[in-house]
């Protein structure tokens, strides 16, 4: 069973940083984009950043100069380090892969990790 887990939402205040990963683990025979999406309460869905297999990146406006998007291809795991963090950036974030495994090329979803930034 392919799956997508998450970790490292926290409670942390205003000007802090965090680092969310997220593995993909199950039989998998290719990866290509890789990325966050968020949702605050009451919020639609918003993509944060995302990043190709070759590195190539892309972020929200409002996470430029803050949030940094990575991955390691060998340990199937995408990475988000999140500084200079604020309150508005408080929501459920959630991870997402595109995958080749034994069916078809399709978008996975982790089950989502709560960041909140709080004073």
């Known amino acids: 069973q392919v799956q997508l887990v998450e970790s490292g939402g926290d409670l942390v205040q205003p000007g802090g940083s965090l680092r969310l990963s997220c593995a993909a683990s199950g039989t998998i025979f290719s990866i290509y984009d890789m990325g966050w999406y968020r949702q605050a309460p009451g919020k639609q869905r918003e993509l944060v950043a995302s990043?190709?297999?070759?590195?190539?990146?892309n972020y929200q406006n409002s996470v430029k100069g803050r949030f940094t998007i990575s991955r390691d291809n060998a340990k199937n795991t995408v990475y988000l380090q999140m500084n200079s963090l604020k309150p508005e950036d408080t929501a459920v974030y959630y991870c997402?892969?595109?995958?080749?495994?034994?069916?078809?090329?399709?978008?996975?979803w982790g089950q989502g990790t709560q960041v909140t930034v709080s004073s």
């Open positions: 997402y892969a595109q995958m080749v495994t034994t069916t078809p090329l399709r978008v996975y």
């Open positions: 990043i190709t297999n070759s590195g190539r990146t």
